[in-house]
Each structure stands twice: as C-alpha cells, then as structure tokens.
C-alpha cells in the first residue's frame, strides 16, 4: 500500500523568511502533485512533477522531485501572508496509461504566515 | 472552455438516508475520479471511471458507487449514510492517459446528522 507522508504537518512563518516542505513517498512514481487548499475550499493545482530531477517554480513557491529517494520538496522563498494555507502533496503510483489519476494524498501541511 | 463542475454545494442527511452527488467534467474530459475529504484530512480516492466503466476503487464498500454517463458526467450514489460519511466529496476529471493532469471540482460538503 502506498503511503505519502508530510512533514511538518503545521508550520508556522515569519513573513520574508524561507522554509521548505517535505513529503516522502513509500513506492516507485515517476509523478507528483502539489495542491493548495484554502480553508473551505476545494483543491487548486500548484505543480506536476513528471519525472526524476524535475524542478519547477511559480513565485515564491519552487518544487523539486527525486524519485530515486521517493522524495519532494516544496520550498518557500520570503514567505508573505497570502501564502498561508494547507499544502498537499499527492502521489500517482506508476501504472498503464488508464490507471493514472488515482492519487493518493499526504495529510498536509497547514502553513501560517505571520507579519 | 468549463470547468469541473459540482451539485450539490452542501447537503444535510440523516444517518441510514441515501445521497447522490453529481459531477461535470471539463469538457472533452473522459476519465472522473472521486475523492472523500474528511475534516482535516487529504483527500482518499473512492473510485475511478474511465468511458462509463469503472476502472479502479480505493478502500471504500460497496455503499459507495458510481456511474459514468456517455456526456463523461458523473454521480457518487451513497447508501446506508453513516456519521463518518460526513465530509467534502471532490470529483476530478481529466483526459486519462499517462500524461495529463487532474482538475478538481468545487467540492460537494455532505453532513450526515
């Protein structure tokens, strides 16, 4: 079974400072999520992590997957208030081209982003 | 282009009722997922369906099922409701395939009292 674990699952900030999210995976997959979740609200796509070293950045937000250690990263750079919200990371274990779309999730990471 | 859609918003149930819950996928979409989000969870996979046939199912019974129409909608049906059934209900449509991303619906939040 496969498992995806966040860490830390509450975090805490300081605008202007940096910090980074890790969610470890527990079975080979070559693609990775991250999601934003506002309290309330559904899901909104932030990454796509389609294979081994990939590095993606939009804003303050940079992702980053290696696969080999079943690892990703999500990094924030000076973080501002706007960022505080819940962070998921969700896995697609590798599979035939009809069996993607069934992602299993982290807990998530409730980030604060104080003044 | 539309976006993924969702009815109900909210809904509240009593204990032992049946609920269905409706998805419309973004257009062209032919693959919908379902998710359950229980209060200060991630998301858990219920099942998939790929061409109105049911093409994988996460650990859920068999009071959860599903149906897939020719336009790619979708229904959650829900027998038997129990207090644990109380969550946010995401569906996820996209092209299926290896390649391409899920876009998520607005969510429907289900209350069973």
């Known amino acids: 079974e496969l498992k995806v674990e966040q860490n830390p699952l509450f975090l805490s900030m300081q605008e202007g400072k940096n910090y980074t999210i890790y969610c470890n995976y527990s079975t080979t997959s070559d693609r990775l999520y991250w999601y934003r979740q506002d309290p309330g609200k559904s899901l909104e796509s932030l990454f796509v992590?389609?294979?081994?070293?990939a590095v993606k950045q939009e804003g303050r937000l940079m992702a980053s997957l290696d696969t080999k250690a079943r690892l990703s990263t999500l990094h924030i750079t000076a973080a501002v208030h706007d960022l505080s919200a819940t962070y998921f990371c969700?896995?697609?274990?590798?599979?035939?081209?009809?069996?993607?779309?069934?992602?299993?999730f982290g807990q998530g990471t409730i980030l604060t982003v104080h003044p | 282009e539309t976006g993924v859609t969702q009815s109900p918003t909210h809904l509240i149930k009593t204990r032992g009722q049946q609920v269905t819950l409706r998805c419309s996928s973004q257009?062209?979409?032919?693959?919908v997922s379902w998710y359950q989000q229980a209060l200060g969870q991630g998301p858990q996979f219920i099942f998939q369906?790929?061409?109105?046939?049911?093409?994988g199912r996460g650990n859920f019974p068999p009071r959860f099922s599903g149906l897939q129409f020719p336009n790619y909608s979708s229904e959650l049906n829900v027998n038997a409701l129990e207090l644990d059934d109380s969550a946010l209900y995401l569906c996820?449509?996209?092209?299926?395939?290896?390649?391409?991303?899920?876009?998520f619906g607005p969510g429907t939040r289900l209350t069973v009292t």
């Open positions: 996820a449509s996209s092209l299926g395939g290896a390649r391409y991303e899920q876009y």
């Open positions: 257009s062209g979409h032919n693959t």
């Open positions: 969700a896995v697609d274990p590798a599979g035939g081209g009809t069996s993607y779309g069934k992602l299993t």
């Open positions: 369906y790929y061409r109105e046939e049911e093409n």
């Open positions: 992590l389609l294979s081994n070293g």
